[in-house]
């Protein structure tokens, strides 16, 4: 049975659209996604919907793949809530001005590091320290997925892997990914225990990074432009390198820091 909302003022969209604040998000244990490739990506992922809402123009729309789309998210999420909403409700609902008929509420995943399964032999992942951005986070994240990386965990204030600018960044390849956060020191010991070489990206690393050998279990740790990673990262028994700068910059964006060192990882597994 699918139910209607008219108004803008319907106190069950007044509450569902406060998902957007991380505060909420945390209190109600849900989040949102918007766009139908996250919204099939977060599916394929086994995510759990809680409701999905469509666009009461969804009816008209002659596009028979995003149509066909819809109704197999339907199928495979029998126990999520159908409403369907008036063209002002869902504008209101949509992130930005972006509107593709339909937007869905998802159970929040609360992923301690003792219940990450992370493969056996070769493996990277990715630990973003202090990187407040969110559109930051997703695009690490799309790098990581194409590179091959398993998991990307978050250390430091600021990680947000379920605000709408991480998923849209990421283009829903997120869901793809063990994703965690944790406080560094207890980070950085599991990830020992599981047998992976710590290595960080800084400005004053010793040496180049095409001159490291990525081992075949290794963390790439990345800290933010502006303050770089926290005191815990810059111990001695870390690897640290860096990224030449040819010009007068002294920084790149986190998420091409990430790619670079993603790719290189890749390309010497792949030798």
């Known amino acids: 049975m699918t139910q209607r909302i008219e108004s803008v003022q319907n106190p069950r ?4 659209i406060r998902l957007r604040e991380r505060k909420h998000r945390r209190a ?3 989040f949102l996604i918007d766009g139908l490739r996250e919204i099939e990506r977060a599916d ?3 995510v759990r919907f809680t409701e999905i809402f469509f666009d009461e123009r969804l ?5 028979v793949a ?9 199928q495979n999420q029998p126990r999520a ?13 949509c992130f930005g001005d972006r509107n593709e008929g339909i937007v869905v509420a998802a159970e929040l995943p609360e992923t301690r590091l003792e219940e990450i399964r992370l493969p056996e032999g070769p493996a990277v992942v990715v630990v973003l320290d202090q990187v407040e951005k969110p559109g930051n986070l997703g695009a690490v994240c799309r790098s990581a997925d194409a590179a091959g ?14 605000h709408a600018n991480a998923i849209r960044a990421s283009l829903g390849t997120i869901f793809s990914l063990a994703t965690a956060e944790a406080e560094a020191a207890d980070l950085g010991d599991w990830l020992i225990q599981q047998g992976f070489r710590i290595v960080v990206a800084r400005v004053e690393g010793a040496s180049e990074f095409v001159r490291y050998r990525f081992a075949e279990r290794t963390a790439i740790v990345l800290g933010s432009e502006a303050d770089g990673v926290e005191a815990y990262w810059k111990q001695e028994r870390f690897d640290a390198v860096r990224l030449p700068m040819l010009g007068i910059a002294d920084s790149l964006n986190v998420s091409t820091t990430a790619a670079v060192l993603l790719y290189e990882a890749l390309r010497q597994r792949s030798v």
């Open 44 to 46: 394929a992922a086994g």
């Open 149 to 162: 990386a398993v998991a990307v965990f978050g250390t430091g204030s600021g990680a947000d892997f379920y």
């Open 13 to 16: 969209l007044k509450r569902t």
């Open 28 to 30: 109600e244990r849900r």
């Open 81 to 93: 809530e159908r409403l369907e909403l008036a063209a002002n409700a869902m504008d209101k609902l």
């Open 59 to 63: 009816s008209s729309d002659r596009d």
């Open 66 to 74: 995003a149509t066909t789309a819809i109704e197999r998210i339907v």
